[in-house]
């Protein structure tokens, strides 16, 4: 390899905000090149790397590995570019981590396309798994197995680079000690999800006027029996819900599995909780019978904690509660008739 060229793709960590402004707005070969992939990545991921890389997203998402793999790719892709453009031809190429694709591409080994689909489907890995934290130690791989083993931490071994360099890896990050992200799934089995907030400065003042000299709980009393909420729960089941407002109901469950700003939609236990929960809020407002506003009123509550919001939408300052407000005012409101 003497008087020989390599070039060196590093991974994750070495991008930071406005690496490629300079370049995108001065050199037309490196802007190509990152367009290039931006129109075969946009459609697979829901956001742009020019938007991103360019400025015109501000959003600070590159500390996320989900945006920072494809950004890095880009990037190297464009120097890359830019170099054999000017006649150098590397006789190798070394690529770690995220580097892996763009020194692949580089070497001819991969073409673009299914490189950028590649890496759309590593981004769609790493948002699946839970978040983690990772160190890296210097020492033997059964020293540090034996310490792990002893201290009970958690830890486990996730990669042994050499015989005295090896990687620590937990599932359970530092900021979230004690708990874990709860999946989809298991969010779906929650009726509703209220944001309470904090009290009014006058309310506030009332709670320590109340707990000054004895707390509630002490006094606590039951307000109603077992059979009384069975009974509550038989009205309730008992509410008119017309199928004009079924039909409501279903189709707003059905927008959010066909948005753009949504990667996964709500679920069929969404739409029953909707109609118990608005069935709920009639009986509790004195009617037996269930109008759109009661449904209305309750879809974020039910439906945003249930969906994921695709990272394009994300990007650009979106929750869940925002897109469901979007689906309400995209659905059409049925009109009013007499029940039958």
Request: proline share 6%.
């Amino acid at each position: 390899m003497k008087d020989k060229i390599a070039l060196v793709f590093s991974g994750i960590g070495t991008q930071w905000h406005g690496m490629a402004e300079a370049m995108l707005a001065n050199d037309a070969v490196f802007r190509a090149a990152v367009a290039e992939l931006d129109g075969l990545l946009t459609p697979l991921q829901d956001w742009s790397l020019l938007d991103l890389l360019s400025g015109r997203s501000t959003h600070a998402a590159l500390d996320r590995p989900e945006i920072a793999h494809p950004c890095i790719f880009a990037v190297q892709h464009g120097l890359s570019a830019c170099l054999q453009q000017q006649g150098l031809r590397p006789a190798a190429v070394i690529g770690h981590s995220a580097g892996e694709v763009a020194a692949a591409v580089c070497a001819g080994v991969l073409n673009l396309p299914d490189a950028a689909r590649l890496v759309a489907a590593q981004c769609e890995l790493i948002r699946a798994v839970q978040p983690g934290a990772m160190m890296h130690v210097a020492l033997d791989p059964q020293a540090v197995v034996a310490r792990i083993a002893a201290a009970d931490s958690g830890l486990e071994l996730a990669a042994v680079n050499s015989h005295l360099a090896v990687v620590v890896a937990t599932q359970n990050p530092v900021e979230y000690e004690g708990t874990f992200p709860l999946p989809e799934a298991q969010l779906d089995r929650f009726l509703l999800r209220i944001r309470l907030g904090y009290p009014s400065f006058d309310d506030e003042i009332e709670i320590i006027d109340r707990q000054q000299f004895v707390h509630p709980i002490d006094s606590l009393q039951p307000v109603a029996s077992p059979q009384d909420l069975l009974a509550i729960q038989r009205t309730t089941r008992s509410i008119y819900v017309d199928v004009l407002i079924k039909h409501y109901i279903v189709n707003l469950v059905a927008a959010t599995r066909n948005h753009p700003d949504i990667a996964l939609g709500a679920s069929p236990r969404a739409t029953l909780s909707l109609v118990r929960t608005a069935q709920t809020m009639a009986l509790l407002r004195g009617r037996d019978y269930v109008i759109p506003d009661d449904v209305k009123e309750l879809a974020r509550p039910v439906m945003a904690h249930r969906i994921i919001v695709a990272p394009g939408a994300r990007m650009r300052g979106l929750d869940g509660d925002q897109v469901v407000g979007e689906v309400l005012e995209r659905v059409t409101v049925p009109g009013v008739r007499a029940r039958g």
